[in-house]
């Protein structure tokens, strides 16, 4: 597979959807009345350096099983809406406290504590309009996928997902044991990469048995970008990003990490095996997702 | 007083208020399981099942109900507006925000665990809703809740819900705290039309669009439900100069002490019953066109609205 992978470009895959993303976020967060938490709501929605990895995993997910782009585009952008109000509540002074994210001062440290709250408040109905809005239904997503969408990003966002990886981070999971942090590294982080996958695969009209392979999947990636953020973190000898108090490798140390790491890996590709006979070479997006977890062969920029 | 009830029927409000809030109560708190982790769990059920009267869950069945639906097709929708209400009295009462220790007189939810907990307790409960509003699996097997009616209460809920609907109102209020330049009319209508009416305004419409109204009728219950949505805070703003805090059950007066904005303060006393009374009126004519038995509910919420005393 890593000679597959490697015939499929993923930088300008990436890049490429990165500049449509944001083309299509811009529009949809105008400065309107009041003006102070429309400022607030775009500097947290358009904030350089961003991935954008939940809405390229759902456009993947969707093209994957053979769904038009066009019908995953609103939901990608509410994934990455929903994805910025956690990141914005995330560093508040009373959870993590970060004055910085990616570089730049997080919302609070520029509007205030009061309209960073606002703003992940209103980014997550906003999320729910633009799919509401703008996904093309009946034609291509029959009207009674759309619920089903809303009801899978709810999940990974609600109180046994996201929410509960934050709050476990928080209340010490950090000195916990390797089952603890891995469940907030599924919680914190796979929950909205496994939530990405279902929502392109529901959109691009995947069967059940492919929506379960897809959610496999994406739980397995997202949690596989954190581990390797970790042993990068620690193999750099602690200095770069964190964005979490568990870190995997202070827990169980460096050689068990690695063994995850593979554990992981070998994890997402055997679902994505399973697409293989059916779809051919559409898996290659989502392969080379694995791998670049682990090779990071470039650095992912927008415009 | 000057506001004298519109109508007398042997309509038996009290039992019907009571009647519903025990059925949404009990949605509530089936459809917040305690669950792992327990205290993000605990924190959203302290908030949401610390009693109040329920008002938006009923006002959206009672709008369900003159629209010929059921109760059970506009339950999800009921509970996820008290859901919302819940969040946006967690977040307001956080010391960024309001600063509030105490609600429904016992400690708010960031007092009675911890502020991180309150804002994920918050956070999960606007989720929760909507996602309980969305879910198919929510409603009567039948499908007598087809997918373009929830797709659309999902959207209508949005709209009320965001950054031009009730975070709007939080935003325009904050704003207009602390500085020297008066209030005027106009902002403070804004306010209180988006803080307050968004969420009534949504309670209604969604009622209406999951009881399978026509698009005339969605809109006739909307401008009722503005109408009472501002009428309830211009009652607020009364009350607040002519009760006693005994009368009230919280501090009466804050208002002006506060330097709080208020219609009596903008319209003087007078000009504000007046105001009250003509937007009774603007509500209740909207009820007009539809069966006055089924009606009845939506008219006495009105008339409830108008007349509290507290």
């Not at chain 1, 949690?223 to 964005?243: A, C, I, P, W």
């Not at chain 1, 290659?284 to 997702?289: A, E, G, K, N, Q």
């Not at chain 2, 069945?61 to 639906?69: D, M, S």
């Not at chain 2, 009921?78 to 969040?87: D, G, K, N, Q």
Request: hydrophobic share 45%; charged share 25%; aromatic share 6%.
């Amino acid at each position: 597979s890593a000679a597959a992978s490697s015939s499929f470009d993923l930088r300008t895959y990436w890049t490429t959807l990165i500049s449509q993303i944001e083309e299509a976020l811009d529009a949809a967060v105008p400065v309107r009345y009041p003006e102070s938490i429309h400022k607030a709501i775009r500097h947290v929605v358009l904030s350089p350096g961003a991935k954008r990895a939940p809405p390229i995993m759902c456009i993947a997910s969707c093209e994957l099983v053979g769904g038009l782009r066009s019908a995953a585009f609103p939901a990608a952008c509410a994934l990455e809406m929903v994805h910025a109000a956690s990141l914005v509540h995330d560093d508040l002074p009373c959870m993590d406290a970060s004055p910085l994210r990616r570089g730049h001062p997080s919302a609070h440290a520029l509007f205030g504590v009061d309209m960073a709250i606002l703003a992940g408040d209103a980014l997550f109905p906003l999320a729910y309009q633009h799919i509401v809005t703008h996904t093309p239904s009946p034609d291509p997503v029959p009207l009674s996928i759309i619920p089903l969408v809303l009801t899978e990003i709810a999940r990974a966002v609600g109180s046994t997902g996201m929410a509960a990886g934050q709050f476990l981070d928080l209340s010490g999971a950090a000195a916990g044991s390797e089952k603890e942090i891995l469940q907030v590294l599924e919680k914190k982080f796979g929950e909205m990469a496994e939530c990405s996958a279902v929502c392109g695969g529901l959109l691009g009209g995947a069967s059940d048995q492919e929506l379960e392979a897809l959610r496999r999947y994406g739980r397995a990636v997202g949690v596989l970008y954190q581990l390797v953020d970790d042993v990068l973190m620690e193999s750099n000898g602690g200095t770069g990003k964190m964005r979490s108090n568990a870190s995997i490798v202070k827990a169980v140390g460096m050689d068990r990490s690695l063994e995850l790491v593979e554990e992981v890996r070998a994890k997402a590709k055997k679902e994505l095996d399973k697409f293989k006979d059916k779809y051919g070479e559409k898996v290659l997006p989502l392969y080379s997702f694995v791998d670049y977890a682990i090779e990071r062969g470039f650095v992912v920029e927008g415009r | 007083p000057a506001l004298e009830p519109a109508v007398s029927t042997d309509f038996d409000f009290r039992g019907y208020m009571l009647e519903k809030a025990a059925v949404v109560n009990c949605a509530l708190d089936a459809a917040v399981p305690l669950a792992h982790p327990d205290r993000i769990h605990e924190a959203m059920r302290y908030s949401l099942l610390a009693g109040g009267k329920r008002v938006r869950p009923v006002l959206c069945l009672a709008a369900c109900e003159v629209a010929g639906g059921a109760d059970a097709w506009a339950m999800p929708a009921a509970v996820s507006l008290e859901m919302i209400h819940t969040m946006s009295l967690i977040h307001d009462d956080l010391p960024c925000m309001d600063d509030d220790d105490l609600r429904r007189g016992r400690p708010s939810c960031h007092r009675a665990f911890d502020e991180a907990t309150a804002v994920l307790a918050g956070d999960a409960l606007l989720a929760l809703a909507f996602g309980h509003l969305a879910n198919p699996a929510s409603y009567p097997t039948d499908r007598s809740v087809p997918p373009d009616r929830i797709v659309r209460a999902v959207g209508e809920l949005s709209r009320c819900v965001g950054s031009e609907g009730l975070v709007a109102g939080q935003v325009a209020d904050l704003e207009a705290t602390g500085v020297g330049a008066p209030v005027t009319l106009d902002h403070l209508e804004f306010i209180h039309l988006h803080k307050t009416a968004a969420l009534l305004e949504a309670s209604v419409v969604l009622g209406a669009i999951v009881g399978g109204a026509s698009d005339d009728q969605i809109e006739r219950l909307r401008k009722y439900a503005r109408s009472i949505g501002l009428l309830f805070q211009v009652v607020d703003d009364i009350l607040d100069v002519t009760k006693s805090s005994e009368e009230l059950g919280k501090t009466a007066g804050k208002d002006l002490a506060s330097d709080k904005t208020t219609y009596p303060k903008l319209l003087g006393l007078d000009e504000s019953k007046e105001f009250a009374d003509k937007l009774l009126k603007a509500a209740t004519e909207q009820l007009a066109g539809f069966d006055p038995i089924k009606a009845a509910p939506l008219l006495h919420l009105a008339n409830y609205i108008a007349y509290r005393q507290k």
